[in-house]
């Protein structure tokens, strides 16, 4: 297979990418926006599916589609070529993801209908984190109430965090199945997994991605008695609510801004908030190590990925500022270095490698995708 059509499908946009399964090499890759807004030209996203195949007629035709979805609750523990029950399992699982599987199963149906000839493969966030132990993903509430309305922790970012776990151990030369790594995945959405033996264990997303760290402008953990207080005595109601947590908290409730760069700006000019937002932000961060750590008994590789992982030296380095005792430790001059590949930014022989590594979703993507379509 030479050319996996990677595409994933927003409520209206749709984001594509040409690209070679087996050497990584990207043909095309492009966004199409506003669909369905007028003055668009692009209707729908079957009419989104065709213009992005006409930007694409000089490389090679699709082999296959693979397609992002974000939920697979406890459906999916890989990727599923789709056909119409795969379909119709991903719209009951809209239930769980409201916001995210209706728009990605928009993106399949008109695939499917400009490309019936290839198969298509959905590939599930959730579905690498179903490894998760029964302890880990738990809730300790009412269990006939859980079982029934599917309430557990899911974990998301899979895609992402199976990739850099698996380039982590190559690019250090240690046994896959043999490897204890956390993966810091950094970005507007920011989620830990602890992974052992190339299986999370542990993540730090649960039931949707709200949970865990803090994030640009979603609240990561908080006492769930915080929003019975808020509704008591601020009077807000349950969008409100829903809205304030997912849209208007992280660094942006904290500061004004969910940008990490605006954030870091202002504290360099002595803002006292966006000081204390990163405060919050690396204390999250430590903690979620410190019980991955536990979890695992020991550890070979810590992993910064995403956009502010990948990019923000000041961030790694007072993240993980005092943690000598654990045996993570930053090199200065290493972590200054600016690149698009994996590379080590700890001191040669220190306990642990620190590690960065750029993620690419869309590959491991295609990859699925062709893992799941050979005969």
């Known amino acids: 297979m030479t050319a996996v059509f990677v595409l994933n499908a927003g409520s209206s946009s749709l984001k594509y990418q040409l690209v070679d399964p087996g050497t990584g090499a990207v043909h095309t890759s492009g966004t199409i926006e506003r669909i369905g807004e007028p003055g668009s030209g692009v209707p729908d996203h079957e009419a989104a599916v065709r213009s992005a195949l006409d930007r694409i007629e000089r490389g090679p035709r699709p082999d296959a589609c693979g397609h992002r979805v974000v939920h697979g609750g406890d459906r999916f523990d890989g990727p599923a070529v789709i ?107 920011a989620s830990a997994c602890a992974v052992e033996g190339g299986r999370s264990i542990e993540t730090s997303m649960g039931m949707t991605p709200l949970e865990g760290l803090v994030m640009g402008t979603r609240s990561g953990d908080l006492d769930p008695a915080a929003l019975f207080h808020l509704h008591r005595q601020a009077g807000l109601g349950f969008e409100e609510l829903e809205t304030m947590l997912n849209r208007d908290s992280g660094l942006k409730g904290l500061t004004g801004s969910g940008d990490m760069r605006d954030v870091q700006a202002a504290a360099a000019e002595g803002d006292e908030r966006a000081e204390a937002a990163l405060a919050v932000y690396r204390h999250r961060i430590r903690r979620y190590i410190g019980a991955y750590l536990a979890h695992l008994g020991g550890l070979d590789a810590l992993v910064f990925t995403a956009g502010v992982g990948e990019n923000n030296s000041l961030l790694r380095r007072r993240t993980l500022a005092g943690l000598e005792h654990l045996g993570l430790v930053v090199d200065p001059d290493r972590n200054e270095v600016s690149s698009k590949e994996a590379r080590r930014i700890s001191p040669d022989g220190a306990p642990v490698a620190v590690l960065v590594v750029p993620t690419n979703e869309e590959l491991e993507i295609a990859r699925q995708t062709t893992e799941a379509t050979a005969v």
């Open 83 to 189: 056909d119409d029950g795969v379909e119709q399992a991903i719209e009951e699982l809209s239930a769980l993801a409201p916001l995210h599987n209706p728009a990605n199963l928009q993106g399949i149906r008109a695939a499917r209908a400009v490309l019936p000839d290839v198969p298509h493969v959905a590939v599930f966030d959730t579905a690498f984190h179903r490894t998760i132990p029964a302890a880990a993903a738990t809730y300790a509430i009412d269990a006939d109430l859980a079982e029934r309305y599917r309430v557990r922790r899911y974990g998301f970012h899979g895609t992402s965090h199976r990739f850099v776990s698996r380039a982590a151990a190559e690019f250090l030369r240690i046994p896959l199945e043999r490897s204890r790594i956390i993966v810091l995945h950094l970005g507007n959405g």
